[in-house]
């Protein structure tokens, strides 16, 4: 976060000051005191069990809807000005944004993109799956005048939370990895899902890209949303693969191509559903400018950065054990077995 006054955060989120307005934030925001960022401020929202004033002793900074017993700008409803302090700090700021939503593997497909983009250049993007009206915020006020590209994961759980998240982080380039049954319950259908999740390229400006599943016809649907160009992946699209084999741990070989250009690729990760996953990110990358040949270089050294997804051990005695407890919808659920029946 770029450093700024307790003063000058109270002006930007129309609060006031209970303690010292000239307290200096350096530190990025967060949400949880167990994991404190030095110097940092601590956001307090009162929650459906817990209170998070009630944790703000010893915090050098809060954001909280009452004072504490540390420095804190008090606002009537600490999520909506933590939103208005992201967007300030990253007006201010000048990296790329890209955005990314989907039913499942988003995460996946972030993790990705990530590490393609930090081999050009500095980059912040989302933890875990922090992609909500909280996590999004967070994510955008880790970025510094160092940031050369913010990858921000965006969730929904019903219309009009990804324009108000895109609100918070407008991107340049934005994905939408597909349109499954996640969350199937609040929305009613595969149809509504997918007016929710195409917010996220009509938040696009004209000179923006969207990068879109071609083998999803609820996705490819959505450039009609957008004035900005559309840019597909998928066993149809702009960025393909070709030839996917899968070694005995289930990483899987192949081919990936662009614009008549094929490069040869062997992904770390477990799962066949990894190639979709890294071809979007190659997409996004090039959206962002990077060279095709760049952005596929580092797919083969990528880590999950993200804990319990597809994560395989071997044990001493040769028993390979696959974690992947994070969550589950079918579709994901469908993947995870596949990939363990590969091994």
Known sequence: ??????????????????????????GAAYLD???PVDEGLFVAIVGEHVDGHEY???????????????????VSDPVAALGRLARHVLDRLDPTVLALTGS??????????????????PTVATAGNFNNEYGVPITVLRADPTTAYL???????????????CEIAPPSVAAVVNVGTAHIGEFGSREAIAAAKGEIVEALPADGTAVLNADD??????????????????????VSWRGVELDDLGRPTFEIGYDGTWLPVTLGQTGRHQVANAAAAVAMA????????????????????????????????????????????????????????AL
Do not use: C
């Open 1 to 26: 976060m770029i450093p700024m006054s307790l003063g000058e955060i109270a002006a930007v989120v129309d609060g006031h000051v209970h303690g010292e307005p000239e307290l200096t934030v350096t």
């Open 151 to 165: 990858v921000v994961e965006m969730g929904a759980r019903g219309i009009g939370h990804i324009s108000y998240l």
């Open 217 to 238: 016809a609820l996705t490819t649907a959505m450039a009609s949303r957008t004035e900005a160009r559309s840019l597909t992946f998928g066993e149809q699209g702009d």
């Open 33 to 35: 005191t167990r994991d």
């Open 286 to 341: 090039v959206a962002a400018g990077v060279p095709f040949a760049t952005a596929v270089a580092t797919l083969g050294s990528v880590v999950p950065a993200s804990r319990w997804r597809m994560e395989v051990h071997e044990r001493a005695d040769g028993l390979i054990v696959v974690n992947d407890a994070y969550n589950a919808n079918p579709a994901s659920m469908l993947a995870a077995l596949e990939a363990g029946l």
């Open 56 to 74: 703000a002793a010893g915090a050098h900074a809060v954001l909280g809807s009452r004072p504490t017993d540390a420095p804190t700008v008090v």
């Open 104 to 121: 499942q593997g988003k995460t996946g497909t972030k993790d990705y993109l990530a590490a393609v983009l930090a081999a050009a250049g």
